[in-house]
T-cell receptor, first 113, second 113 residues
Framework: DQQVKQNSPSLSVQEGRISILNCDYT??????FLWYKKYPAEGPTFLIS?????DKNEDGRFTVFLNKSAKHLSLHIVPSQPGDSAVYFC????????????FGKGTRLHILP | ETGVTQSPTHLIKTRGQQVTLRCSSQ?????VSWYQQALGQGPQFIFQYYREEENGRGNFPPRFSGLQFPNYSSELNVNALELDDSALYLC????????????FGPGTRLTVL
């Protein structure tokens, strides 16, 4: 049973426009959420996180929104740039629970010129 | 670059064999976590080591075992390899309680024939 779901395997967005990647979760015990970016032949790189006590966290072009009642979070990238083309993983965890992170299957983002 | 290295890059084994994968963590980090990423899936948590002891385990059988050494290196051992063990194995080093600062290595691609 997947606790973290990314239902869009891929997404194509024009350069300069907004990219929105979505993620749903089922475990209400999760109290922090993370987004990772992965290029081919590299490990995942931490992008941005959000605690369950917040509903928004912003870092430069990246903003994560959390809707706890819907058990849904999204990552907004604006403006999208060619270097943003990568696989994006949504992940969730429970604070102080051995740092175990549950990952979604990922969404491949293509930024079109 | 995260400062986390893994060896070997690629490995081919046959069913029933044993394999040891290695990870060199960032200096100063006291946790190392291992993940298995099957094709088309997100990384799945295998276990974490903290101060050389197992500190949490995912849904993996006992034939998956690990070691963490004082010099920031660690090993993942898999006995009695099965075809389904074919995957990318990622290690991530970090500081206990600071999950968003886990740094992933590039991974070892294991193929079991």
């Amino acid at each position: 049973d997947q606790q973290v779901k990314q239902n869009s395997p891929s997404l194509s967005v024009q350069e300069g426009r907004i990219s929105i990647l979505n993620c749903d979760y089922t475990n209400s015990m999760f109290d922090y959420f993370l987004w990772y970016k992965k290029y081919p032949a590299e490990g995942p790189t931490f992008l941005i996180s959000i605690s369950s006590i917040k509903d928004k966290n912003e870092d430069g072009r990246f903003t994560v929104f959390l809707n706890k009642s819907a058990k849904h979070l999204s990552l907004h990238i604006v403006p999208s740039q060619p270097g943003d083309s990568a696989v994006y993983f949504c992940a969730a965890g429970i604070m102080n629970r051995d740092d175990k992170i549950i990952f979604g299957k990922g969404t491949r983002l293509h930024i079109l010129p | 670059e995260t400062g986390v290295t893994q060896s070997p890059t690629h490995l081919i084994k046959t069913r029933g064999q044993q394999v040891t994968l290695r990870c060199s963590s960032q200096s100063g980090h006291n946790t190392v976590s291992w993940y298995q990423q099957a094709l088309g899936q997100g990384p799945q948590f295998i276990f974490q080591y903290y101060r050389e002891e197992e500190n949490g385990r995912g849904n993996f059988p006992p034939r998956f075992s690990g070691l963490q050494f004082p010099n920031y290196s660690s090993e993942l051992n898999v006995n009695a390899l099965e075809l389904d063990d074919s995957a990318l194995y990622l290690c991530a080093s970090g500081t206990s309680g600071s999950t968003d600062t886990q740094y992933f290595g590039p991974g070892t691609r294991l193929t079991v024939l």
